[in-house]
């Protein structure tokens, strides 16, 4: 499956943006998917994830409340819409997908950049 993320590039403090991830090759009824971001010299971190069939819904500590992940079946895209953006969030964003009943995400895509202006 490839993974081919959209829609970073420029935000404002306390703006919006909102990230896709258009799943090719394959549906992913029994998979998870999920988005992770890196900001230079740091380690990748977890953002969110959204169980594809059931919709169960998970957030990292520092975005609950501000992010929503979702998705839409029909086109096979994941959504990570970001709210209340901060300058610390700045990083390049990734989409993520693993199989249910995996741990490690196996499919990885190339990443988007996201940097919010101060």
Known sequence: ?????????????GGSLRLSCAAIGRTLSSWVMGWFRQAPGKEREFVA????????T?????VKGR???STDNAKNTVYLQM??????????????????????????????QVTVSS
């Open 83 to 112: 709210n209340s953006l901060k300058p610390e969030e700045t990083a390049i964003y990734y989409c993520a997908a693993r199989h249910s009943t995996l741990v490690d995400y196996d499919y990885w895509g190339q990443g988007t």
């Open 67 to 69: 992010f929503t992940i």
């Open 49 to 56: 994830a959204i169980r594809w069939t059931g919709g169960s």
């Open 1 to 13: 499956v490839q993974l081919v993320e959209s829609g970073g590039g420029l935000g404002q403090t």
């Open 58 to 62: 998970y957030y990292g500590d520092s």
